[in-house]
Nanobody
Framework: QVQLVESGGGLVQAGGSLRLSCAAS????????MAWFRQAPGKEREFVAA????????YGSDSVKGRFTISRDNAKNTVYLQMNSLRPEDTAVYYC??????????????????WGQGTQVTVSS
């Protein structure tokens, strides 16, 4: 059983930065593809970014490209999401997820096996 615990969310003004962390335990983190999703009130869960266990990354919408960076530290069993130039529309609950398949990075929430509890990010204008 894999446990994922997110941290680092909070309230920030537009233009500010936050770094989210997701600590994994109970599995072989270095062999999992990891991803960040977000869900705003009344909206579906949205793919933000993913990082393959071998290192390549994939980002979701054009709105996050160039502003968000996903990375991982296998020695610490942790995946990060650095978020810069935050906008009010980035406000959401952010979730990390683990995909135990070693195949290509996937973007659908249904394809991920384990989820964290989520961390709230609120960006004020």
């Amino acid at each position: 059983q894999v446990q994922l615990v997110e941290s680092g969310g909070g309230l920030v003004q537009a233009g500010g930065s936050l770094r989210l962390s997701c600590a994994a335990s109970g599995g072989t983190f270095s062999r999992y593809n990891m991803a960040w999703f977000r869900q705003a009130p009344g909206k579906e869960r949205e793919f933000v970014a993913a990082i393959k266990w071998t290192g390549p990354t994939l980002y979701g919408s054009d709105s996050v490209k160039g502003r968000f960076t996903i990375s991982r530290d296998n020695a610490k069993n942790t995946v990060y999401l650095q978020m810069n130039s935050l906008r009010p529309e980035d406000t959401a609950v952010y979730y990390c997820a683990a995909d135990l398949s070693p195949l290509a990075v996937r973007t659908s929430p249904n394809q991920y096996n384990y989820w964290g509890q989520g961390t709230q990010v609120t960006v004020s204008s």
